[in-house]
């Protein structure tokens, strides 16, 4: 079993920067894929970026260049580096845990954090 515990999230302006950290639980962090997921109000939770035990990051492409997914394997931790955000980004977080490789879609992901607001204001 693993747990996710997300932090870092807040209120933030257009164009400023936050970092998400997901605190994992588990000594088989370092061969999972890691990967952050988002959900605005009345819309799905959709894909924003993940990254393979072997740290091969994918990105959504409404993210790409201006997100950044990491981990630290030694800490259990993976982060999630938001710049120059803008009020299309407002959505809360949420980090996830696949057993096996990487998928842009939420159902192929086994576990959950309970998420974390994410506001940037206009």
């Known amino acids: 079993q693993v747990q996710l515990v997300e932090s870092g999230g807040g209120l933030v302006q257009a164009g400023g920067s936050l970092r998400l950290s997901c605190s994992a639980s588990g000594r088989t962090f370092s061969r999972r894929s890691m990967g952050w997921f988002r959900q605005a109000p009345g819309k799905e939770r959709d894909f924003v970026a993940a990254?393979?035990?072997?740290?091969?990051?994918c990105y959504a492409d409404s993210v790409k260049g201006r997100f950044t997914i990491s981990r630290d394997n030694a800490k259990n931790t993976v982060y999630l580096q938001m710049n120059t955000l803008n009020p299309e980004d407002t959505a809360v977080y949420y980090c996830a845990a696949a057993n096996n490789g990487l998928s842009y879609s939420s159902d192929d992901w086994e576990y959950w954090g309970q998420g974390t607001q994410v506001t940037v204001s206009s």
């Open positions: 990254l393979s035990w072997s740290a091969n990051p």
